[in-house]
């Protein structure tokens, strides 16, 4: 495979040791030179190349549906020999693709290092230990059974490689059957053993090609960090957080690991969390402190953190967690066009997703949190805007309410009932035993939650640690399109056992196929990413010991040549590309963090006025 790559794309590894940027100036980076964009010769075989790589892919596509009615078997696209494949492609289109694949390499590889040398030629260096929490998803799994069915795959990730990809394709029930969790007890389904990978390697990239935290760790790299003094806490976010301890000691590690960091240089750790990551690593700080789980006693935050940097934490849920659970659909799906919605239905219906994401109780812990005091009532929302026909209150909307399957409108604390009446008994009880999604109104709630693990993973039912010298730091993206409220209709297919699906075929106004959309990052609400750090940590009853909070916004400006959004992204995945973003995180990690100041520029504030919870710490 290394000659095919050399013969398609070139020796890329000499340009690759020669792109260290230079330092000794101050001007503006650029994403990529002036002289780069401008019209290149040879579009109509470049078109071609295009078109090629597009008919290879019309005829695995056929091959796929084909192999649906017995006519040609997947299986011998695992021989398929792209050497000799290569034979018959004009030499003039394999130079196009050299050239596309430079053109790309250098739009996405904006200068790596560049930030972490820039502030090390400023005298940044590193200074506390970092221990990183990545967000859902992007943790790689893999197979450490060891029964005949999963031979095959002996560490092996059936999560986050291609191989996954391949797995999905030649033996999707082998795949279901390794992915999914034991929908009675939450953990491994028996002969079944997948673990999260460990190391940098399981979440710099989630496959080849596609960074998630390799930037990051290329920026700490530059101002002093190594496998010394930075770690990462990969973990499996299928489990429900109480079996993350319970199967795999997550918590224990975690703690031995930051304990051992202070112990050895004498400072305190720098915890960075992006994401679900964020949710986990709250849940660690009430489980370290308790005394009937971690015994840190209520002192040890305060003893061993310095730092919480808040990645685009999706501290009051992600709403679009609810239809993924509830239907198998979301924004991604909803928007597809009917050929499209066609190919996923048949290799991966509705129903299958559905069973997927509730058959993984991690997914569970991003249902909205908060109900109708965050997210509105029938006829108001805190983020609802000047303008808007129909507020976000109604958070599932039916055109016709004609059944118990099409009631009327529903808010978010109405929608979480609906989904718990309409789901199996084994998920309604892995959910209702793992989390909880209200508010605390109280002091005396807040307290006696202590004791309460559902509670922990809920910052309105539960408090910040009693660490006064403690630093929040809470930065994300805003200014990208979020999905906000759903319309919904019956189902119609007999053959299908839910009720109801999107009603993608709604268009009109503000509804995009039966989607509104608000205020975020692409991924998250505004309103979970920022209320927390603009009026929640603010209120006693949730941070007693006045930890100090500081929150960063920023804008999503995409650069219009970068497929990923390049260094100015708001994205919820992409912001940890984003130049700004690591350097935020570098002087934190370099002890530099009380320099930064509070940044906003959307409304959350204003929103978060609205929001009807308030400081009464009766």
Not at 214 to 223: G, P, Q, T
Not at 264 to 280: A, D, E, F, P, T
Not at 380 to 386: S, T, Y
């Amino acid at each position: 495979m290394s000659s095919l790559r050399r013969r398609l794309f070139g020796d890329s590894s000499a340009s690759s040791r020669s792109s260290t940027p230079d330092t000794s100036t101050k001007e503006e980076v650029r994403l990529v030179p002036v002289s780069k964009l401008k019209p290149r010769r040879g579009t109509k075989r470049r078109h071609g190349f295009v078109f090629t790589l597009g008919g290879v892919f019309g005829i695995v596509l056929a091959a796929f549906f084909a192999n649906r009615h017995d006519v040609i078997h997947l299986d011998m696209l695992a021989d398929l020999n792209l050497e000799s494949f290569l034979d018959v492609i004009p030499a003039g289109i394999l130079k196009d693709a050299k050239d596309i694949q430079q053109h790309e390499r250098e739009t996405v590889n904006y200068d790596s290092f560049s930030v972490g040398l820039q502030l090390r030629a400023q005298g940044i260096t590193a200074s506390h230990p970092v221990v990183m929490i990545p967000g859902v998803i992007s943790t790689g799994l893999e197979s450490w059974g060891t029964e005949p069915e999963s031979r095959q795959y002996f560490r092996k990730r059936l999560w986050g490689s291609w191989g996954m990809m391949r797995a999905l394709i030649l033996d999707k029930a082998s795949w279901k059957k390794h992915i999914m969790l034991d929908k009675v007890t939450g953990l491994d389904p028996p002969g079944i053993k997948l673990r999260a990978a460990q190391g940098f390697d399981a979440t710099d990239f989630f496959v080849t090609g596609y960074w998630i935290w390799n930037k990051i760790l290329e920026n700490l790299a530059s101002i002093g960090y190594d496998p010394t003094n930075s770690f990462t806490a990969a973990y499996d976010w299928r489990l429900a957080y109480l079996n993350l301890e319970v199967r795999d000691q997550y918590f224990t590690r975690l703690k031995v690991y930051v304990e051992t960091a202070v112990r050895i240089s004498g400072k305190k750790s720098v915890l960075v969390s992006h994401s679900m990551g964020s949710q986990v690593l709250f849940y660690f700080l009430k489980w370290v402190e308790s005394p009937e789980h971690g015994g840190g006693g209520p002192n040890w935050v305060e003893e061993h953190v310095d730092s919480w940097i808040n990645i685009s934490g999706c501290m009051l849920g992600a709403l679009k967690s609810l239809p993924a659970v509830l239907s198998g659909e979301m924004r991604d799906t909803a928007q597809l066009n009917t050929f499209a919605v066609y190919g996923l239905e048949r290799f991966l219906s509705r129903e299958e997703r559905v069973e997927l994401f509730r058959a993984m109780p991690g997914i569970s812990s991003m249902l909205p949190k908060g109900g109708n005091a965050v997210w509105g009532n029938k006829t108001w929302a805190p983020d609802d805007r000047d303008g808007n026909a129909v507020s976000f209150g109604t958070f599932i909307n039916f055109r016709e309410s004609n059944s118990t399957q099409s009631p009327a409108n529903l808010t978010v604390d109405e929608s979480m009932a609906y989904l718990e009446e309409h789901s199996d008994t084994w998920y309604r009880e892995q959910l209702l035993s793992n989390y909880s999604h209200g508010v605390a109104h109280g002091k005396r709630e807040v307290e006696a939650n202590e004791h309460d693990p559902r509670r922990w993973i809920n910052p309105l039912e539960s408090r910040l640690p009693l660490a006064p010298s403690l630093k929040v730091y809470c930065f994300y993206g805003i200014n990208k399109p979020t999905e906000r409220t759903y319309f919904y209709r019956e189902a119609q297919d007999p053959t299908s056992s839910l009720n109801v699906t999107i009603d993608t075929g709604l268009t009109q106004g503000e509804v995009d196929h039966g989607i509104t959309l608000g205020e975020g990052d692409g991924t998250v609400s505004l309103l979970s990413l920022g209320y927390m750090c603009a009026r929640g940590w603010h209120i006693k009853r949730y941070n007693p010991a006045g930890v100090r909070i500081t929150s960063y916004e920023m804008p999503h400006e995409p650069d219009r040549f970068s497929p990923r959004g390049g260094p100015n992204t708001g994205e919820h995945v992409d912001i940890l590309g984003r130049a700004s973003l690591n350097e935020l995180i570098l002087r934190v990690a370099a002890g530099k963090g009380e320099d930064i100041e509070e940044t906003f520029f959307s409304d959350i504030r204003a929103y978060s006025d609205r929001v009807q919870i308030f400081d009464d710490d009766v």
